[in-house]
């Protein structure tokens, strides 16, 4: 008995030295027990007092990158009530699963392509298709790769979506109606009479012709998830470094396009002071918003306090003048809609509020005007109707805007004041206003920017990526971010975007709103961090695309 105990006691000394070796061989290729020691004699020769948040943060240091184990997506609604899906990104961060961050983008479906009736079923095609898209194979395909390595997954997820843009369009050919719609066919048969009739006529004053709607641009079902994930891993890389996102997109933007932003500049927040556009009360359809342009370098609070200040005056005049008949409702921009007929009255009342507040308008601020023009034409006609039962042809309307901005030159810029296929009232105009006002395009892509468009507006949505804006913004022309109708609710990523991107000018419509606040507030507080840091750099001139003597750079 006693020889079969000591047996037994000696396998158990050599399972133990095996184990002992084994653990000795382990840490020493480790290089665990040289890194205790260090971190033991850095403990000892600073003496801090929390012992055990010293050895984490240092341990921390050392631990392996985090890298994407998954992706999650999920059906949310915006600050409209509208479906949208939100991106969440799962890493791995010291041997545990941990949700890291989370982001949304609009989908803005083109309404001439959608009639209200069928823009819920076909938003919630778009949403249901994107969250298959994330939960399924752009999660695999991003499965172990560094958030941090933005490029590289923009890549992976503009890839996937131009796989399935051409699958699509593969469909689409080969699919039944398309077949049909491409078989020859007879022209219709014209009218005998009308054919004589025309080739009789002879009349020296041809009209011209009136340039037909260019196709909308697809937008496929799914393509939100691609913005989303770009997004939330961006943010997820800026959590992770534990850097606030400006500082990350700048040095993204440093790495793919090479320009070095050791400094930071606020971009001018472009405030919607007051709106009308067919939603409006009143008769006038033509300014959809009327937009406040702040003197360069003013702080965003003043911006904003300088707004609300305004918004008062004009409405306490309205009431004044009109004896209690004033009609104002809250737009989707986040600006009073009021009742109008005429773009001067509502030009005049700022003017006049101004100076009630001893506010030098065309010096202590300026104006914008979003025409959006597209939403006024009727195609029957060939003529814009700039308020009710008032048509105007596409040259009538360049006569309009020059009478405007003559009687009002603190406006500095037209946004959209035709749509894109009227190239030449484009140029025309651009021409007889010269270097007097600007004229933007609210557009998805610098590209689409119009003959004599001298900026243009840019949106997250859809298939945008981070290295897309990142490129955009690195283009020749004045680029500036704007917001869309149906944001998510409380993400004030964009304020970060527009500062990491260096834009200098940022468009987030009215004062009212949680998704519109919120963003201002996060301009204020991203300027007051940049002041403390001592890299805040305030300009004292605008950048164009505004022009006039203040307003260059």
């Not at 095996?18 to 000795?24: D, F, S, T, V």
């Not at 984490?56 to 998954?70: G, M």
């Not at 009215?510 to 305030?538: C, D, F, P, W």
Request: aromatic letters at 4%.
């Amino acid at each position: 008995m006693s020889h079969g105990g000591s047996s037994g006691s000696l396998l158990a000394e050599e399972d133990m030295e095996e184990l002992r070796g084994a653990a000795a061989e382990f840490y020493r290729q480790s290089g665990v027990v040289r890194e205790l020691e260090e971190a033991l004699d850095q403990l000892f020769r600073r003496r801090p007092r929390d012992l055990h948040g010293f050895l984490a943060d240092y341990f921390d240091k050392l631990s392996a990158p985090p890298l994407i184990s998954r992706l999650k997506g999920r059906e949310v609604y915006d600050a409209r009530g509208q479906l949208c899906i939100e991106a969440e990104v799962f890493c791995v961060v010291r041997n545990t699963e941990k949700s890291v961050s989370s982001a949304a983008v609009s989908c803005c479906l083109d309404p001439k392509t959608t009639s209200a009736d069928s823009e819920d079923e076909e938003r919630t095609e778009h949403v249901t298709t994107a969250a298959q898209w994330i939960n399924g194979p752009l999660s695999n395909m991003l499965k172990d790769r560094s958030p941090c390595d933005q490029s590289e997954v923009d890549q992976v997820l503009s890839d996937f979506f131009m796989t399935r843009c051409l699958e699509e369009k593969e469909m689409m050919i080969h699919s039944p109606s398309m077949e049909e719609e491409s078989s020859p066919s007879s022209p219709p048969a014209q009218d005998k009479d009308k054919k004589i009739r025309d080739k009789g006529k002879k009349n020296n004053t041809v009209e011209k012709p009136f340039p037909p709607a260019e196709p909308p641009e697809p937008v496929l079902h799914g393509s939100t998830a691609i913005g989303s994930v770009s997004l939330a891993v961006a943010k997820a890389g800026a959590e992770l470094q534990r850097i606030p996102l400006y500082d990350h997109i700048a040095a993204l933007k440093s790495h793919q396009v090479g320009d070095n932003q050791e400094r930071f500049h606020i971009p001018v927040s472009l405030v919607t002071l007051i709106c009308c556009g067919r939603t409006s009360p009143g008769k006038l359809n033509l300014l959809e918003e009327v937009i406040l342009v702040p003197k360069p370098g003013q702080p965003v609070i003043q911006t904003v306090t300088m707004t609300l200040q305004l918004q008062k005056e004009m409405m306490r005049i309205m009431t004044a003048t009109r004896a209690g008949a004033v009609q104002a409702v809250e737009s989707v921009r986040g600006a009073p809609a009021v009742s109008s007929e005429r773009p001067e009255q509502l030009l005049d009342l700022i003017g006049e509020a101004c100076s009630n507040l001893q506010l030098q308008l065309g010096t202590d601020a300026h104006l914008a005007l979003n025409c959006a023009a597209h939403k006024l034409l009727d195609y029957s006609k060939g003529k814009y109707e700039v308020a009710a039962g008032v048509l105007k042809s596409p040259d009538e309307l360049v006569d309009l805007y020059q009478t405007l901005l003559h009687r009002h030159p603190a406006v500095v810029a037209l946004i959209d004041p035709f749509r894109r296929e009227d190239k030449e009232q484009w140029e025309k105009l651009s021409s007889a206003v010269g270097n007097a006002c600007s004229l933007i395009s609210d557009v998805t892509n610098v590209s689409q920017l119009p003959v004599g468009g001298k900026g243009c507006i840019v949106k997250l949505v859809h298939e945008t990526t981070i290295s897309d804006l990142i490129r955009i913004s690195s283009q020749p022309g004045s680029v500036m971010l704007g917001l869309t109708q149906s944001e998510p609710c409380s993400d004030a990523s964009l304020s970060d975007l527009a500062v990491g991107l260096g834009l200098d000018y940022i468009k987030l419509g009215g004062l009212h709103g949680a998704e519109r606040m919120t963003k201002y507030n996060r301009l204020i507080s991203i300027e007051e961090e940049l002041a403390q840091r001592g890299i805040l750099v305030n300009k004292d001139k605008h950048s164009p695309p505004f022009p006039g003597a203040v307003l260059h750079s």
